[in-house]
T-cell receptor, first 114, second 114 residues
């Protein structure tokens, strides 16, 4: 199956700093990538959809200036959490579509803001 | 907008037994895809099985099969010969044909016991 990687797997940052999370499709080109947030024991909540070379589409209630998404190539999308606060602590997962209407997911990034 | 409902927050099954996880959805679309994803304790999302709505035949992948009832908007997952490695959260998900965005249910936590 298609492989998606995420880096880092766990990051701790201080309040007020920014942190970048990378999502890469390793063996396929992903024209569309997705960023999700997952709270403990809850489902995945879609934050935004990113298409290569264009601006991301954010879901209602997601602050686009706080969660910056860049999809610079067909294999790389990044999520930058700007001016992070403790309430931004969460598990972030990226998904990538193969083009065949199947979405594959990265292993996730645990963000802890102190 | 689409909604996906999983009415069983938790289920338990003994090893080697069969278990069925329920999922219902609401949509005005005629053509769409349905998926079951598994999220084990590692939190890596794994695609278990997919179903195209225009196909009447139920999808099967080894020990996993679905019962797709389009008129009833029901999409249950049957796991046969349950194994300890099947212990995970299971998410039902919906995707429109015209869009690659997934809508997830709230999940069912499955525990396989000896």
């Amino acid at each position: 199956g298609a492989v998606v990687s995420q880096h880092p797997s766990w990051v701790i940052c201080k309040s007020g700093t920014s942190v970048k999370i990378e999502c890469r499709s390793l063996d396929f080109q992903a024209t569309t990538m997705f960023w999700y947030r997952q709270f403990p024991k809850q489902s995945l909540m879609l934050m935004a959809t990113s298409n290569e070379g264009s601006k991301a589409t954010y879901e209602q209630g997601v602050e686009k200036d706080k969660f910056l998404i860049n999809h610079a190539s067909l294999t790389l999308s990044t999520l930058t959490v700007t001016s992070a606060h403790p309430e931004d602590s969460s598990f972030y997962i990226c998904g990538a579509n193969t083009g065949g209407n199947e979405q594959y997911f990265g292993p996730g990034t645990r963000l802890t803001v102190t | 907008a689409q909604t996906v409902t999983q009415s069983q927050p938790e289920m338990s099954v003994q090893e080697a037994e069969t278990v069925t996880l329920s999922c219902t959805y609401d949509t005005s679309e005629n053509n769409y895809y349905l998926f079951w994803y598994k999220q084990p304790p590692s939190r890596q999302m794994i695609l278990v099985i997919r179903q195209e709505a225009y196909k009447q035949q139920n999808a099967t992948e080894n020990r996993f099969s679905v019962n797709f009832q389009k008129a009833a908007k029901s999409f249950s997952l049957k796991i046969s010969d349950s194994q300890l490695g099947d212990t995970a959260m299971y998410f039902c998900a919906f995707m429109k044909i015209t869009a690659s965005k997934l809508t997830f249910g709230t999940g069912t936590r499955l525990q396989v016991t000896l």
